[in-house]
């Protein structure tokens, strides 16, 4: 097939080509939902995030806190946050990106000081002991406040007769008061300080304790030890909380081998079942 140019000139003519079909892609690349979280956000929240998330956030907050800037504290959670985007999907992400999270800061000269004697807890008898003292007089602390603060004058307790009044085992009469608790104690048993405190006496009891020991733990509390068969501590002396003070034994106005103890506040005795 040829065609006429406007200069008489034949040409060619080439063969009608078939229209292109231009494949339209409707379909978008799959992108990460949290792209655009993740620019808005600076590198330093980045940083702060990721150590949050590997563990090492308690470091970099003692790093951070010794060049003096401010400290953000990260509560690490138990399980991780879901978040919920307009998609419907849900996604784990930082918990410091959910909940703001506090600011401590603190003066480039500022100290902490740590008191040991303020701390109190169930292994810390004698701390229990001077501080429910030192806050009032021995007479002042109620039965509820008392217990457990003095350890046990023997190693096992097994009371043979209690405080208060009872039938006397030497004259066997009735309305006999008895001053303190009888524990069951073979002869030679060790007797042991109920707490810490200063030996005030050890000696012959005349009105029938036999051989005594009395410490004094301050602000009007005394324990006393009777009917010793020989003593382990000198006036003056300066014992702990389970130091052996005597041995246990018959002496003065007793039937047999035990010990007796009492608790004294203020002078008066008191039942000692309410400081033990």
Sequence with gaps: MSMQTPKGRRRAAAPVS?????EVITTERPRDPHRDARRRRGPFRQITEFASASGIGQKAGIALAATGLV???????????????NAGSVTPVAAS????????????????????????????????LKQLLSAQSAGS??????????????????????????????TGGSGDFHRGQD????????????????VTFVGWHQYGGGNRVVVDHGNG??????????????????????????????TGASTGCHLHFEVQVNGEVVDPTGWL
């Design 18 to 22: 078939t229209p292109r079909v231009v």
């Design 71 to 85: 400290l953000t504290v990260t509560v690490p959670a138990t399980s991780p946050v879901m978040a919920t985007d």
């Design 97 to 128: 990106a959910v909940t703001p999270q506090p600011q401590v800061s603190a003066e480039a000269g500022a100290q902490i000081d740590f008191s040991r004697s303020a701390v109190v807890t169930q292994a810390d008898p004698d701390g229990k």
């Design 141 to 170: 602390v109620s039965r509820a406040a008392s217990a457990g603060s003095l350890g046990a004058p023997l190693a096992a307790l097994s009371t043979a007769s209690p405080f208060g009044y009872r039938v006397s085992p030497i």
């Design 183 to 198: 524990y069951v104690a073979q002869c030679g048993t060790s007797v042991l300080a109920a707490a810490t405190g200063t």
């Design 221 to 250: 509390l005394e324990t006393t030890y009777n009917h010793l068969s020989s003593f382990s501590v000198a006036e003056g002396q300066t014992v702990s909380r389970g130091d052996v003070l005597a041995l246990s034994g018959t």
